[in-house]
């Protein structure tokens, strides 16, 4: 499907978009975005929170620069658009802080990270983003926002393994506090978070969870500041971890990182739903509507749930 995805655009679109690349290509090679493997060692060196931002965090902001109206927004799967949150996507996307990192996605400098379809939804989503937020890019270091999806379309990373491993690096023999939509359910039925010394979880909406964003922040900041925080809720994920760096805590904000590792596990050749588990990109094979989780250890680790 990806394949005839990939020739249809080509047909219709391909050479007007090689056209703007090309106008573009000295831009973009002045942005400084670290690659994934290097984003995940700059958070080890530097224990520092991150927030991620993905096509639909720069959707909302390119609507709100614009002056779009609500009517006008493509609705995302889980967030509706907010001008609130549109205005605190912009202030974390443009603060600077060292012990905080603004992640894009490195694939708007170098799309070949990524191969078929999702080359070319990278490269459409640069040309369609660049003019709205080209100048908050320039003159600074990022991150890689897809340093949590280390698997589906990507052919940079040869050894997944290794790369597991790394990641694994973050949260080893931490106490760890993930804050999920209450249907995502992060590393149920793997071995993913293993090393963690302790899984605690919040539970939050899995749809427009920022319409309960003070309650969530109040929440998570009852807990210890030596624990890391760990987000996986959208674009509210996004702030939150910036917020949370403001007040002393490590938070990171790593959206699919789960699914990414069990279609990983699968050897998955396309985006699939998974058991159990909420995922948006899947609206038409059950992901967005998974069966009631029953897990002891899973329920066990549940310390508030914010509805």
Known sequence: M???KVFIWKLLYGTYYR???????????LL????????????LNHRCSV??????????ITHYINKGTIDSFLVDSFQNYDAKLAMRLMEVLTTYSPNHLVCIPYAFKKSSVFKG???????????????????????????????????????????YNAYIKLLKCLWDKKEVLLVEGEQSRLGVGNDLFDNALNIHRVLCPSVNAFE????????VKTFPKDWLIMIALGHTATVLAYDLSKYGYQALDI??????????????TRKVAIQGKYVNEVP??????????????????IVKKIE
Not at 32 to 43: H, L
Not at 284 to 301: A, E, I, N
Request: charged letters at 35%.
């Open 117 to 159: 379809y999702e080359r070319i939804f990278f490269e459409r989503e640069w040309l369609k983003r660049k003019k709205s937020i080209l100048n908050f890019l320039l003159d600074r270091n990022f991150g890689d926002t897809n340093f949590t999806r280390f698997y589906y379309g990507r052919q940079d990373i040869k050894d």
């Open 19 to 29: 056209f703007c690349y090309l106008c573009t290509y000295k831009v973009r090679k």
């Open 32 to 43: 400084c975005i670290f690659d994934s493997e290097t984003t995940v060692r700059y958070i």
């Open 2 to 4: 990806d394949k005839l």
């Open 51 to 60: 927030s991620r931002f993905g096509d639909g965090e720069f959707q909302m």
């Open 284 to 301: 038409d094979d059950g992901g967005r509507t998974p069966v009631q989780c029953k897990d002891s250890v899973y329920l066990s680790q």
């Open 255 to 268: 959206g699919h990182i789960d699914i990414e590792y069990e279609w990983m596990k699968m050897k998955a």
């Open 212 to 219: 309960k964003y003070e309650a969530i922040l109040s929440t």
